[in-house]
């Protein structure tokens, strides 16, 4: 039950931090440093990938609208109806998948890599601070600039691979925070918030359903079976990221209408070195005690 509740906190977490472009890996990491899951470290990193689907589940619902392309149309003549197609959807669903290919590609090839390098505290934290900074200095650079870019039709095959192209960052870094990185890649191209913000989530379904099913296939393949146990950890967390992620993403194009993302750089900011500090302290006094 205790191992359920923490699940049930991490969802909450997951499903904030997730959309916001302040990095859910680093905030579900600085968690995991006070409040440990009673799981296997080798489940964790699962656990920690696969409850994301919750919160993308929620772009879909909220999005539906957008981002299917098909329906139905009642024809009179014939008496039935019949499937009707929107180019528009399609042509938005290959945009989606062609700027995923980057990340795609080397995320599969590299991620042991970059996890046994990178996925740490520090990383992290570093990855917060520096991209922090990227989101000020953009929003300063942009201030009184037009955007080029006003809508989602608008955003062309250049535009979206360099977009998706910046999710490479977030692949290799954790702590730079896969939203972070394709809002701050579409406002230096000068991307107008909200729909550099709606393109971000869009891009996260392709990506994190990938993700999700690349570390369970791993987790199998390395003889390891996922216990019921783990099952029901795993669902409490991605129900609960998708509830709360239904609020904070109205919540977050509602106010990315009227305001800029410096708030969210001096968090990161803030958050980085309270990490740094956090990590430093217990170096310290593991070294008195060593």
């Known amino acids: 039950m205790l191992n359920v509740l923490k699940a049930i906190l991490y969802g909450v977490v997951e499903g904030i931090t997730e959309w916001l472009p302040i990095s859910s890996t680093g ?3 600085l968690l995991h440093e006070f409040i440990k899951l009673g799981i296997s470290e080798d489940f964790w990193d699962v656990f920690l990938v696969v409850i994301q689907l919750g919160a993308v ?3 879909l619902v909220v999005f539906w609208q957008r981002l299917w392309p098909f329906g139905l149309k009642r024809n009179r003549k014939k008496r039935r109806s019949e499937i009707t197609v929107k180019p528009a959807i399609i042509g938005l669903w290959v945009l989606i998948i062609i700027a995923c290919l980057p990340a795609a590609v080397i995320g599969v090839l590299f991620d042991d890599v ?14 917060l601070i520096v991209f922090g900074l990227a989101f000020i200095a953009i929003e300063n650079r942009n201030k009184g600039m037009k955007p080029r870019i006003y809508y989602l039709e608008e955003i062309d095959l250049r535009t979206a691979l360099f977009i998706g192209g910046c999710q490479l960052l977030a692949a290799i870094f954790p702590g730079t925070s896969r939203s972070g990185a394709t809002i701050l890649g579409a406002l230096f191209l000068g991307v107008e918030r909200s729909v550099a ?3 971000s989530f869009f ?3 392709p990506v994190m359903f990938g993700a999700s099913l690349l570390k369970i296939i791993k987790y199998i393949a390395g003889d ?3 216990t019921g146990a783990e099952v029901s950890l795993l669902a409490v967390g991605m129900i609960v990221a998708f509830a709360v992620s239904l609020l ?5 194009l509602s106010y990315i209408r009227k305001h800029d993302f410096r708030v969210f750089g001096w968090y990161r ?10 990590f430093g302290i217990r170096g310290i006094i593991a070294w008195i005690n060593s």
Do not use: K, P, W
């Open 57 to 59: 589940m929620a772009v």
């Open 224 to 226: 390891s079976q996922l």
């Open 27 to 29: 905030h579900m990491i």
């Open 248 to 252: 904070v993403i109205r919540f977050f």
């Open 197 to 199: 913000t709606e393109f």
């Open 203 to 205: 891009l996260s379904v």
């Open 269 to 278: 900011i803030a958050l980085g070195l309270l990490m740094l500090l956090i």
């Open 114 to 127: 970059f996890d046994r390098l990178f996925y740490n505290g520090v990383c992290v934290a570093l990855a």
